[in-house]
């Protein structure tokens, strides 16, 4: 049996051109979350979703208009990764780099 077979045959994820997807848990683990490299390696998209079934909803951010952001990605992000780390890990990291 094939877990994945309940996502065959439906609507995409994220628009056409996209690349390097990772999804992750929302904060609170209540949503997920779906970042994806707009092509070709412009800017970041993300889209959202209650299960990983969907429904799948884009959220403006990145666009390069901030009045229109509800999120942001670091200038010259490509292809990342995301780890659960600790408040005491965040905090140890904002110190080491306080320009950021």
């Known amino acids: 049996m094939n877990p994945q077979r309940q996502f065959c045959n439906k609507a995409p994820l994220s628009p056409n051109f996209r690349e390097a997807p990772t999804i992750v848990r929302a904060p609170g683990g209540k949503d997920w979350l779906l970042y994806y490299e707009q092509y070709a390696g412009t800017s970041y998209g993300l889209s959202?979703?209650?299960?990983?079934?969907?429904?799948?909803?884009?959220?403006?951010?990145?666009?390069?208009?901030?009045?229109?952001?509800?999120?942001?990605?670091?200038?010259?992000?490509?292809?990342?990764?995301?780890?659960?780390?600790?408040?005491?890990?965040?905090?140890?990291?904002?110190?080491?780099?306080?320009?950021?």
């Open 48 to 100: 959202t979703a209650p299960t990983l079934a969907g429904p799948w909803y884009q959220v403006s951010g990145n666009s390069g208009v901030p009045a229109w952001n509800r999120y942001e990605m670091p200038a010259g992000t490509r292809h990342g990764s995301m780890i659960a780390i600790t408040r005491t890990e965040y905090t140890a990291i904002v110190a080491a780099f306080p320009e950021r």
